[in-house]
C-alpha cells in the first residue's frame, strides 16, 4: 500500500515541521523576552549596587577611613543576589575588591570597553551578563566591573525546548495514530475495488466492487467500475450463449448428416456385398440417388447460411415482385398439383429492392414449408405488396411450444427429423429477411394453417 | 414364415435399408415408424428381436423401453440403431437392458452379425449354425457334414462360423482374415484364398461359396 504510506509520512513530516518551526518561533521570543528582562535586572541591580558603592564610600570616607572603598565594598556584597560578582577597581586600576571565585574569574578580562555598557559573556561555567559602570566618589574615580549569571534564563530556555520536543513527538504520535485509521478507511473501498477487480479477472464475471461513499471520487470509481463489469459480464454471457449455439450446430448438423450418410453407405454396401433381386437394386439404388440429392440440398442450405452468417451485404437491386413471385411458385406448381393442393400466387404491381437470388430462395423455402404442412384440397396463398411477401397455408400449424424454437436452425417439430427435412429452411428465411432490413413474423395456430409474412422495413 | 424381427424406424430408407439386410439372412421383418405404434405391436405380436431407433416419432425409443417395462410387455431383445454418440445415451440404452448398441451409419454386414449373435444368444435350443448339411457347434467346436464329423483346422473352423453368420453377404479377405488369424496376422490375403479351397474341398461347397469379383468371398444359403 505504497500510496498509503506516502500520504501517512507526508502528512506526518508536514505537521512535524509546521509544529517545529512554531514552536522554534515561540521559544525564541520567550527566550528573547526572558533574557532582556534579565538584562534590564542587571543594568538595575548594577546600577544599585554602584549607588551604594558610591554612598557607602562617600560615608566611610566622611569617618575618615582610610580604607573606605574595600569596607564599602565588603558591605555591599552582602546584599548582592545569588549569581552575581562584582569588582571594584580604583583610578590606578589597582583592584580594590573583588569576589569572583575560580569558575567565575574569566569574566572581568572580557568586561565591554565603556563604561555603562554590558556584554554577554559565554564560559564553561555559564553565561554571564558582563557590565562596567563608573563610581565617581568624592574620594576619586572608581570602577565597578559587575557580574550577574544568567544560567536561569538559558536552563528556562532549555527545559521548555525540552517539553516543547516531547509535546510535538506525542502531537505526531496522535496524529499519526489518527491519520491511520482515517487513510485506512478512506483506502478500504479501493481496496475493496482491487478485490473486486482481482475476482474478475480469475473469471468470476459477477464480482461488483461495494460503493460505500457514491459522493466522493472511489465512490464515482466504483461506480463506473460495475457498469463496466456489468457490460463485460453481459458481454461474456453473449460470447458464450453465441458459443454455445455454435456448438449445438455443429453437433446438429454432424447429426443430420448422419441420416442420409447411413442410407447411402449400407445400400452401397449391401449392393456390393449381396445379389439383390431387380427389384431391391432398384430401391436401393433409388435410396442412394434420393439421399444423395438430400445432402446435396443440406450441403446448399449450409452454404447458404455460411455465406449469409459471413455478413456479406447482398447486393439490392430493383426487381418486379410480381415476376419474383411467378418464379417462385412455378417450381412448386407441380409438386402442389401432384399433392392436390391449390397454389395461388396474388401480387400487386411492386417493386423491391432486394438481393433477387436471396429472396427468391427465402420465398421457394417458405413455400416448400407450406407445402409440407399441407394436406390435399388445400390451398396455399403466396402474396406480395409493396411493404410484404407473405405465404399462407391452411396446413397443420404449429403447436404454441414450437413457435418460439422454428427459426432456430436445425429444429424440426417433431423430434424424428425424417419426415420435416433438417430444418434449416426458416433459419435460411430469418436470416436473408434480416439482411434485408426485413421483419419475418409467424403467425400460427395448429389446426388452422400458418402465416409467414416478411415486412421490408427498411427505406 | 411369419416375421420375427420389428424395426422401428421412422426414416423410410434407413428401415428398408435394415429390412433388405435381415433378409438377406432369411429373415422375416415388420416396419414400424412410430413409436407408440411399435409400442401397441409389441403388446398384441410376438417378435424375437427389436431393431430399436432412438428418434422416434410419438414415442422415443428410450421411452418406448421404460413404458414396456412399466407395463410389464415380455419384450424381445433390443438392438438400439442411434445417430446419437454420445457416451450418456448408450449408456442409458443398455442400462435399460438393450442387448446392443450400434451408431449410424453402419455397415449392414455389423448389423448382420450383431443381429444373429442377438437371436444366437436367446435362442438357446438352436445354438449350432446350420446350412446345406452342414452343422457347427461352436460350443464343441465340432463340425458334421450330413452327420458325418468333418476335420478342420482353427484356422478353417473360423472360415466357416464367419461365412455361416454372415451367409449371403459377401465377405472381403480381410475381413476373413482377420477372424481366423487375428489383427496382427502378417500373412498376405493368398492365405485366405489358399484356406476357402481347402474348406470347399472338405465339405463339397465348391458351388456354395463363390468367390466374388474384387471383395472376397460369400456363401450362398438358404436359411
Known sequence: MKLFTRILLLTLSLALVFGAALSALTLRRAFLDNLSRELERGVQNSGALAASLLSGINAYAALRDGDAAPRAARISAQYLEPGAHFALVDAQGVLVFDNFDGQTAGVMDRMPEAAGQYRLVRLPGGTFQALKRDVLTLQGDYRLLYAQRL????????????????????????????????????????????????????????????????????????????????????????????????????????HELKTPLTSIIGYADLLR????????????????????????????KLLYLARLEGGQAPALLDCDAGELLEEAALAFRGLAEEQGVSLLADAQPARWRCDRDLMLALAQNLLSNALKASAPGQRVTLRARQAFLEVEDEGEGIPP???????????????SRSRQGAGLGLALCERIALLHGARMDIDSAPGRGTRVRVTFTGP | MPPDILIAEDDRAIAELVEMTLRVSGHATVICQDGTETFEKLKRERYDLLILDVMLPGMDGFELMEALRAAGVAAPPVLFLTARIDVKDRVRGLRLGAEDYMLKPFHPVELQARAEGILRRHRKEDAGLRALGVELNPDSREVLKDGQPVELTPQEFELLRMLLTHRNMALSREQLLQAAWGYDYMGGTRTVDMHVQRLRAKLGWEEAIKTVYKLGYRLEAPR
Request: aromatic share 6%; net charge positive; with cysteine.
Open chain 1, 273 to 300: 456385398r449381396h445379389e439383390l433381386d431387380e427389384e431391391r437394386r432398384a430401391r436401393a439404388l433409388d435410396a442412394i440417388a434420393r439421399q444423395g440429392e438430400r445432402l446435396e440440398r443440406m450441403g446448399f
Open chain 1, 151 to 254: 544560567d536561569r534564563v538559558y536552563r528556562q530556555m532549555e527545559e521548555q525546548t525540552r517539553g516543547a520536543v516531547l509535546l510535538l513527538v506525542l502531537l505526531c504520535l496522535a496524529l499519526g495514530a489518527l491519520l491511520f485509521a482515517g487513510l485506512k478507511a478512506s483506502f478500504r473501498p479501493l481496496r475493496l475495488l482491487g478485490k473486486a477487480a482481482g475476482d474478475i479477472a480469475r473469471g468470476d464475471f459477477s464480482a461488483r466492487a461495494p460503493v460505500i461513499r457514491p459522493e466522493d471520487e472511489v465512490g464515482r470509481l466504483a461506480l463506473r467500475f460495475n457498469d463496466m463489469a456489468q457490460a463485460t459480464q453481459a458481454h461474456v454471457a453473449r460470447l458464450t450463449e453465441q458459443d454455445q449455439a455454435q456448438k449445438r450446430f455443429i453437433a446438429d448438423m454432424a
Open chain 1, 401 to 415: 411450444e414450437h413457435l418460439p424454437h422454428v427459426r432456430e436452425a436445425f429444429y424440426t417439430a417433431d423430434r
